[in-house]
């Protein structure tokens, strides 16, 4: 069984700055894309960024130039550095990745999903 956990969330003023990291382990046999998403106090969960194996990322579009994703594949370790937060960033942080398992001989992708680390942006 595949987890992912996160760590890094936390209270910080507007202007500063977070890292979240999000570590997988378990039993598989690699990842592709991990992501970053993240849902507010009654709205719908969003996407905030993603990254391939080879390093390809994509942002939404009100992150860019302020947050950047990363990932360490030999840890299968994904991170979110996050600057220049502002209020409208608070939120529950969750960590995705697609894995790989061989089931029978066959590849099979599945998703999975960390617990979620709070975010609160506020003077």
């Known amino acids: 069984q595949v987890q992912l956990v996160e760590s890094g969330g936390g209270l910080v003023q507007p202007g500063g700055s977070l890292r979240l990291s999000c570590a997988a382990s378990?039993?598989?046999?690699?990842?592709?894309?991990m992501g970053w998403y993240r849902q507010a106090p009654g709205k719908q969960r969003e996407l905030v960024a993603t990254?391939?194996?080879?390093?390809?990322?994509n942002y939404r579009d009100s992150v860019k130039g302020r947050f950047t994703i990363s990932r360490d594949n030999a840890k299968n370790t994904v991170y979110l550095q996050m600057n220049s937060l502002n209020p409208e960033d608070t939120a529950v942080y969750y960590c995705?990745?697609?894995?790989?398992?061989?089931?029978?001989?066959?590849?099979?992708?599945?998703?999975?999903w960390g617990q979620g680390t709070l975010v609160t942006v506020s003077s």
């Open positions: 990254i391939t194996t080879s390093g390809h990322t």
């Open positions: 995705n990745a697609v894995f790989r398992i061989i089931v029978l001989g066959v590849m099979k992708y599945r998703e999975v």
């Open positions: 378990g039993s598989m046999d690699g990842i592709n894309d």
